[in-house]
């Protein structure tokens, strides 16, 4: 055997398949991607054409199988059509004249209606938050649904836990979704199945990644909502996943880290469109639809209550609903903007209409935390910071060991939008969030007594400061921010 021209002879394949690939990659890489989205993947293309190609065709997509594409159109004509002339707002002199347009874009890619005549209470600590879900669960008389990015039965959520079961024991209908990898890989996941197993709640996994999903999806999609409904008149909604704030992990522990939400408990009409997201998630993972479950609307009896629009979004939806809806209200801004988000790794648009809205005289505040628990992530942000800095954006870093993971952010002194989903582009794309419009001044007030709150417990940073940083230290946020960008 010729062994020198066995390996010209491979090498030459190589040559030509290498060529082909990179050829093959400049004409369908860009095809419906972001910009910086394609330029990332050609750039690994073109550094390693074999293992980039095959990572594009494992992790390039974020479309969901056919069946489930056809299940959350389904589920949305459901929604259209149970939640028609249910639109009980009537349109007032006080709304912000941009506001109307931002309802009719919800409407039209998430399908939820706003709704008047609903109450909200805000919850910005862990023990308060699990007292209050847990004496909903309580006094819960028909049924109960739990859904969470994450779920752990440990010591923060016991209570929680045996509210739970001691609600299925008196025959209340439970039923309990969690993310499958996010829970599963919890230093408490295996105790929690077990514990589901043993109490005979009947629960799901969301989006499980076994051997013959990963060929049909690309197996880091997530459901990241976190949504509590107490029998169609209570419910609650937020940042805040089920798990102690130090999510079990010895790691946080040794660091001192804790989590920070932020939680809302809904009462009023609205809580039907939160059910129904629930609704959406079940049938996505059983088949079966809670048409049987669809409530009575429920006013609150209180002249001074507040709109609410549910505003779910993931890539069970084609238009990215929260990205629009968060840059239709940064555009809407006149004079105040306050972003909450732990992970904020925005895509072009949201950079330009928030430096945008800076420049054009709004006060833009951001707060982000000053420690990470996501290396990548937190050095990608970190890349954006000087640009924000420039177009007049003041950031706030909440001070260590805390993590900041509250999700929100008002417009002006009218509008706010509280939920699940970061200020990145994994939101954007590849998590199925839930976030509520809520409409009302005295709630704004509420959520910005909070901010202030923050406010207090934070640094701001300068630009000075933030130019002053090593070579390398920016080198390394921007080599992050450029493989955040690879989705």
């Given at each position: 055997?010729?062994?020198?021209?066995?390996?010209?002879?491979?090498?030459?394949?190589?040559?030509?398949?290498?060529?082909?690939?990179?050829?093959?990659?400049?004409?369908?890489?860009?095809?419906?991607?972001?910009?910086?989205?394609?330029?990332?993947?050609?750039?690994?293309?073109?550094?390693?054409?074999?293992?980039?190609?095959?990572?594009?065709?494992?992790?390039?997509?974020?479309?969901?199988?056919?069946?489930?594409?056809?299940?959350?159109t389904e589920i949305n004509d459901f929604i259209l059509q149970t939640t028609s002339g249910l639109?009980?707002?009537?349109?007032?002199?006080?709304?912000?004249?941009?506001?109307?347009?931002?309802?009719?874009?919800?409407?039209?890619?998430?399908?939820?209606?706003?709704?008047?005549?609903?109450?909200?209470?805000?919850?910005?600590?862990?023990?308060?938050?699990?007292?209050?879900?847990?004496?909903?669960?309580?006094?819960?008389?028909?049924?109960?649904?739990?859904?969470?990015?994450?779920?752990?039965?440990?010591?923060?959520?016991?209570?929680?836990?045996?509210?739970?079961?001691?609600?299925?024991?008196?025959?209340?209908?439970?039923?309990?979704?969690?993310?499958?990898?996010?829970?599963?890989?919890?230093?408490?996941?295996?105790?929690?199945?077990?514990?589901?197993?043993?109490?005979?709640?009947?629960?799901?996994?969301?989006?499980?990644?076994?051997?013959?999903?990963?060929?049909?999806?690309?197996?880091?999609?997530?459901?990241?909502?976190?949504?509590?409904?107490?029998?169609?008149?209570?419910?609650?909604?937020?940042?805040?996943?089920?798990?102690?704030?130090?999510?079990?992990?010895?790691?946080?522990?040794?660091?001192?880290?804790?989590?920070?939400?932020?939680?809302?408990?809904?009462?009023?009409?609205?809580?039907?469109?939160?059910?129904?997201?629930?609704?959406?998630?079940?049938?996505?993972?059983?088949?079966?639809?809670?048409?049987?479950?669809?409530?009575?609307?429920?006013?609150?009896?209180?002249?001074?209550?507040?709109?609410?629009?549910?505003?779910?979004?993931?890539?069970?939806?084609?238009?990215?609903?929260?990205?629009?809806?968060?840059?239709?209200?940064?555009?809407?801004?006149?004079?105040?903007?306050?972003?909450?988000?732990?992970?904020?790794?925005?895509?072009?648009?949201?950079?330009?209409?928030?430096?945008?809205?800076?420049?054009?005289?709004?006060?833009?505040?951001?707060?982000?935390?000053?420690?990470?628990?996501?290396?990548?992530?937190?050095?990608?942000?970190?890349?954006?910071?000087?640009?924000?800095?420039?177009?007049?954006?003041?950031?706030?870093?909440?001070?260590?060991?805390?993590?900041?993971?509250?999700?929100?952010?008002?417009?002006?002194?009218?509008?706010?939008?509280?939920?699940?989903?970061?200020?990145?582009?994994?939101?954007?794309?590849?998590?199925?969030?839930?976030?509520?419009?809520?409409?009302?001044?005295?709630?704004?007030?509420?959520?910005?007594?909070?901010?202030?709150?923050?406010?207090?417990?934070?640094?701001?940073?300068?630009?000075?400061?933030?130019?002053?940083?090593?070579?390398?230290?920016?080198?390394?946020?921007?080599?992050?921010?450029?493989?955040?960008?690879?989705?």
């Amino acid at each position: 055997m010729n062994w020198k021209s066995l390996t010209k002879g491979a090498a030459a394949v190589v040559t030509v398949v290498n060529f082909f690939l990179r050829f093959g990659g400049v004409i369908a890489v860009p095809r419906n991607r972001r910009p910086t989205t394609a330029l990332a993947w050609l750039l690994a293309i073109f550094a390693a054409p074999i293992p980039g190609t095959m990572a594009l065709n494992l992790f390039g997509s974020t479309r969901l199988p056919r069946g489930r594409r056809e299940k959350q159109t389904e589920i949305n004509d459901f929604i259209l059509q149970t939640t028609s002339g249910l639109d009980l707002v009537t349109k007032e002199e006080s709304w912000p004249r941009w506001f109307g347009s931002v309802v009719d874009l919800n409407r039209k890619l998430g399908a939820m209606p706003l709704v008047g005549g609903n109450d909200a209470v805000l919850y910005d600590d862990f023990a308060e938050t699990m007292r209050a879900m847990t004496a909903a669960l309580k006094k819960a008389e028909r049924y109960i649904h739990v859904e969470f990015y994450l779920f752990a039965y440990d010591k923060a959520t016991i209570e929680f836990c045996e509210a739970l079961h001691d609600a299925h024991k008196r025959g209340v209908t439970v039923r309990v979704l969690y993310d499958d990898w996010t829970t599963l890989r919890n230093p408490a996941g295996k105790k929690t199945i077990a514990w589901l197993k043993k109490t005979g709640i009947p629960f799901r996994a969301m989006l499980p990644v076994r051997p013959n999903t990963v060929l049909r999806r690309r197996p880091d999609l997530r459901n990241h909502r976190k949504v509590v409904v107490v029998d169609g008149t209570v419910g609650f909604m937020g940042s805040q996943n089920l798990v102690d704030p130090d999510y079990n992990k010895s790691g946080n522990k040794r660091r001192h880290l804790r989590w920070k939400d932020l939680m809302l408990r809904l009462e009023g009409p609205v809580v039907a469109g939160v059910n129904a997201i629930f609704i959406t998630d079940w049938f996505a993972e059983t088949d079966e639809l809670l048409q049987r479950e669809a409530d009575p609307i429920h006013n609150v009896e209180d002249p001074d209550t507040l709109d609410c629009q549910i505003v779910p979004s993931g890539p069970g939806f084609e238009g990215e609903n929260n990205l629009r809806l968060f840059n239709a209200l940064v555009y809407g801004a006149q004079e105040k903007l306050i972003i909450v988000s732990p992970y904020f790794v925005p895509d072009d648009s949201m950079l330009y209409a928030i430096t945008t809205a800076a420049q054009r005289g709004v006060e833009v505040q951001l707060f982000a935390c000053e420690i990470g628990d996501q290396f990548m992530v937190y050095h990608a942000q970190r890349s954006y910071y000087e640009t924000l800095l420039r177009a007049g954006v003041r950031i706030f870093l909440y001070e260590k060991p805390i993590v900041l993971h509250a999700k929100h952010f008002t417009v002006d002194s009218d509008v706010a939008v509280v939920g699940s989903s970061n200020m990145d582009m994994r939101s954007f794309s590849l998590d199925f969030e839930v976030s509520v419009m809520i409409r009302g001044r005295r709630f704004v007030d509420r959520l910005r007594a909070i901010e202030d709150d923050y406010r207090s417990k934070s640094r701001e940073l300068s630009l000075v400061e933030w130019l002053d940083r090593p070579l390398l230290a920016r080198a390394l946020d921007n080599v992050m921010r450029l493989t955040a960008a690879v989705q």
